[in-house]
């Protein structure tokens, strides 16, 4: 998977700008290392950066829309509390599993996707597609074969999960693709995973991908649910 702090050599330099400030200021803030309530000024950031007014001025406003920053008049730019963020922002979560704080970024979206996942395998084995049914087999399939090569396997589990989400038939887990996705590249990125995936694991995801595919709503809530029991122990052990 692509590291998204590379920056390609073929974006125009404005972009290339943009998005180095952006990743900077975003970290420091979702790290902490710029904490809720600093002040921060365009002339301030214009000197750092060595950018015009208006490449700030931009940088801000995306900053802002993740709710981040807050402009406030004849004080400035302020960073946001953590509670305004909006933290299903994949930049936001890749940026907090960076930080000293991953722990509890990790908790946090392992209940989410504990509470979320058995759902939508449900929803899948009703909803789902013939294609999709087989494309979900052939994933876990994927993720079997490439056991070994720890980058084709982040590929099919992603795959398999953004797929499984998007089956389900619900738009609201379908939104939550990239998050997931930002929590399995998360976890390899972070070393919180096993050198090679455990047999239970590659087991779960091949029963789910065959209750899904015959049809079996309770069996691949179940299967899902069971699924997830590694991943919760893998993150609690951690702490």
Same mark, same amino acid.
């Given at each position: 998977?692509?590291?998204?702090? $590379?920056?390609?050599?073929?974006?125009?330099?404005? +972009?290339? &700008?943009?998005?180095?400030?952006i990743?900077?200021? %975003?970290? +420091? !803030?979702?790290?902490?290392?710029?904490?809720?309530?600093?002040?921060?000024?365009?002339? %301030?950031l214009?000197?750092?950066?060595?950018?015009?007014?208006?490449?700030?001025?931009?940088? &801000?406003?995306?900053?802002?829309?993740?709710?981040?920053?807050?402009?406030?008049?004849? !004080?400035?730019? $302020?960073?946001?509390?953590?509670?305004?963020?909006?933290?299903?922002d994949?930049?936001? !979560?890749?940026?907090?599993?960076?930080?000293? %704080?991953r722990?509890?970024?990790?908790?946090?979206l392992?209940?989410?996707? !504990?509470?979320?996942?058995?759902?939508?395998? #449900?929803?899948?084995?009703?909803?789902?597609?013939? +294609?999709?049914?087989?494309?979900?087999? /052939?994933?876990?399939?994927?993720?079997?074969?490439?056991?070994a090569?720890?980058? #084709?396997?982040?590929?099919? /589990?992603?795959?398999?999960?953004?797929?499984?989400?998007?089956?389900?038939?619900?738009?609201?887990?379908?939104?939550?693709?990239?998050?997931?996705?930002?929590?399995?590249?998360?976890?390899?990125?972070?070393?919180? &995973?096993?050198?090679?995936?455990?047999?239970?694991?590659?087991?779960?995801h091949?029963?789910? #991908?065959?209750?899904?595919?015959?049809?079996?709503? #309770?069996?691949?809530?179940?299967? &899902?649910?069971?699924?997830?029991?590694?991943?919760? +122990?893998?993150i609690?052990g951690?702490?």
């Open positions: 998977m692509q590291d998204h702090t $590379v920056i390609e050599q073929d974006r125009p330099a404005a +972009e290339v &700008m943009n998005s180095r400030i990743e900077v200021l %975003g970290r +420091e !803030i979702a790290t902490g290392t710029c904490g809720p309530g600093t002040r921060l000024t365009l002339d %301030g214009q000197e750092r950066f060595a950018v015009s007014r208006t490449v700030v001025r931009d940088c &801000m406003q995306i900053l802002e829309a993740m709710n981040l920053v807050y402009s406030k008049r004849r !004080i400035g730019i $302020v960073v946001q509390d953590p509670v305004y963020w909006n933290v299903y994949p930049r936001i !979560i890749r940026w907090r599993l960076s930080g000293p %704080g722990k509890t970024q990790f908790r946090s392992t209940e989410l996707r !504990i509470a979320v996942e058995p759902l939508a395998a #449900a929803g899948a084995a009703r909803k789902a597609t013939p +294609e999709q049914r087989e494309a979900l087999v /052939d994933l876990a399939r994927q993720m079997r074969e490439s056991a090569d720890s980058e #084709a396997f982040l590929a099919a /589990d992603i795959a398999f999960h953004t797929l499984l989400l998007q089956a389900s038939g619900n738009e609201m887990f379908m939104a939550l693709s990239e998050v997931v996705a930002e929590v399995l590249s998360g976890r390899t990125r972070e070393n919180l &995973m096993p050198t090679r995936p455990r047999p239970e694991a590659l087991d779960g091949e029963a789910v #991908a065959a209750a899904v595919a015959d049809r079996d709503s #309770a069996g691949a809530r179940a299967r &899902m649910a069971g699924l997830l029991v590694e991943v919760e +122990e893998a609690l951690q702490e």
